[in-house]
């Protein structure tokens, strides 16, 4: 796979960041032990090594960088046990990573969680780790801005990246970039354009660079509605969001319940004109309920556990900017 990966890269002209190893014991954090992290860095250190002998000399200028796997949140600053796990954890790999690959930038990625801590605490904490580990010039420290996940707000994420910004030490010089979800986990659907220029235009003043996770995910064309990736292009060429005209609403809107299963079923007819129409929102009584992407096959269908709430629920288009058309409406009642 990674062979097949570094070889298209190349042709296309890409640059790949590789990552090395990782393990789903890393989220039991209360069983964590520092033996069972070593062990797992040192076991990174050895895939590197194998991939370093199997694909640099080949790829040099397209195995560009290495990722770390490992996700760090900032609930680790309640324990100072954790942090100097994680700083010896982390310089098992830079040591290594560094010695054997010197030309290699190594990019880390950590999320944060506003119920875990304040900007203020989650700042302090990534000073004090970096301060300590040993990243060199060129390294890069890239948060994930955890729109998407919904670990953060909109309204608050600059706020976390303007604290952020005061933890990144002169020296080595680390480059301090944005890691921008292009998703809404609420749904696990396709964030639109606009909130993503939102999300970038919020940060920009505290940043120096942009990756996204993930494009190949959400965006690519070979995976989802193509006028998602168009739009984006667009974006980029001209540096301003596509013009489009405000969707227009649903039709024949039907309603009704499946007893045996507690189900309500939404189905409607997309709007007759569907281009750049990107998905439908449901509510019920005005409140998100749904987000139904647009599908190809034009099937328009919503189904939602009722637990025994009645009420009113309405759909609407939106566009590929985030751009809502009316609200069309029926109520479920007894």
Known sequence: MLENCLRNAKRAGFKVFVGLNFNEGWWDVDSLTPKWIMGQMELGNKVAEELINCYKERYSDTMYGWYWVWEVVNSCCKKQFYLDCLIDALNVNLDFLHQHTEDMPFLLSPFMNSEAGTPEECSRMWQYI????????????????????????????AEWFKSLSKAIPSFPKIHFWANIEMFDQRFWTVAPL??????????????????????????????????????????????????????????????????????VILEWKPAKEKK??????????????????????????????????????????????????????LSLVK
């Open 276 to 329: 750049g129409v990107m998905g439908y929102h449901v509510y019920r009584d005005d409140v998100l309920i749904g987000n139904v992407q647009y599908d190809h096959n034009n099937v328009c269908r919503y189904k939602w556990n009722i637990q025994g709430k009645l009420g009113t629920y309405s759909v609407t288009s939106y566009d590929i900017c985030g751009t809502e058309s009316e609200k069309i409406a």
């Open 130 to 157: 970096l301060s300590k580990a040993h990243f060199k010039d060129g390294d890069i420290f890239a948060p994930q801005d955890c729109v998407g996940a919904g670990w953060l707000t909109i309204d608050v994420v």
């Open 194 to 263: 606009g909130r993503l220029k939102l999300q970038m235009d919020l940060l920009r003043p505290y940043v120096s660079g942009f990756i996204s996770f993930a494009y190949s995910h959400y965006y690519s064309p070979a995976l989802k509605n193509p006028l998602i990736h168009n739009s984006y292009v667009e974006y980029v060429q001209k540096g301003t969001l596509p013009i489009c005209e405000s969707p227009l609403p649903v039709s024949n809107l039907r309603i009704y319940t499946d007893e045996n299963k507690d189900e």
